[in-house]
């Protein structure tokens, strides 16, 4: 049991440069969220999804799309990429959407826009 | 808007007890929660709370006052291991978790 996992862990990109992070998770959950953590802020969210075939935008959604196709798996798309978008990106997945339910996160993807 | 506030830094010293304090105001509330994050790690789930009063768990106890949208983490007999981050989130009104910056502990011998 992997629980969530992240591809790639790290990756340096040139602006305007395309690229896609990879989540999956294997415990059957319906939600799964992808969030970016800055020095000094709070996690964001910036996408997430309630079912397979699903998504929704979060806080911070310009610059970014998402695709969940199987439910096992949540894919972060950045079409062109801006040095703002240096960050580390965190994917997590929850069985539900509210109470206790606990969000599992991935280990983190780093991405370094040149 | 949406605020959740913690101190940025706190440093204990091994064996001591320490209360991270997190002070919020959101749109709803459907519960709030405390995560610990080590460096160049994943946020893990520590508590969660969603009625007034404390929930205790081994060595750590988190506190919540819905009426003054406060909580704290408790940490006893502190351990060098937990000198990572605690983060303070509040799931607002769609269910969606608002996270503060952060809390980083430093633990010395």
């Known amino acids: 049991n992997a629980g969530v996992t992240q591809t790639p862990k790290f990756r340096v990109l040139k602006t305007g440069q395309s690229m896609t992070l990879l989540c999956a998770q294997d415990?059957?959950?319906?939600?799964m969220y992808w969030y970016r953590q800055d020095p000094g802020m709070g996690l964001r969210l910036i996408h997430y999804?309630?079912?397979?075939?699903?998504?929704a935008k979060g806080e911070v959604p310009d610059g970014y799309n998402v695709s969940r196709l199987k439910k096992q798996n949540f894919l972060l798309g950045l079409e062109s990429a801006a040095p703002s978008q240096t960050s580390v990106y965190f994917c997590?997945?929850?069985?539900?959407?509210?109470?206790?339910?606990?969000?599992?996160f991935g280990p983190g993807t780093r991405l370094l826009v040149l | 808007g949406q605020n959740i506030d913690q101190p940025t830094e706190m440093t204990a010293t091994e064996g001591a007890i320490v209360q991270i304090n997190c002070t919020y105001q959101?749109?709803?509330?459907?519960?709030l929660f405390w995560y610990q994050q080590h460096a160049g790690e994943a946020p893990t789930f520590l508590s969660y709370?969603?009625l007034d009063g404390l929930e205790e768990k081994g060595r750590f106890s988190s506190f919540l006052s819905r009426s003054k949208g406060y909580s704290y983490l408790l940490l006893k007999e502190l351990q060098m291991k937990d000198s990572a981050s605690y983060l303070c989130?509040?799931?607002?009104?769609?269910?969606?978790?608002?996270w503060g910056a952060g809390t980083k502990l430093i633990i010395k011998p």
């Open positions: 959101t749109s709803g509330f459907n519960g």
């Open positions: 997590a997945s929850s069985s539900a959407a509210g109470g206790a339910e606990t969000q599992y």
């Open positions: 709370n969603v």
């Open positions: 999804s309630v079912g397979e075939g699903t998504t």
């Open positions: 415990m059957n959950h319906e939600y």
């Open positions: 989130a509040v799931m607002d009104s769609n269910y969606q978790l608002i």
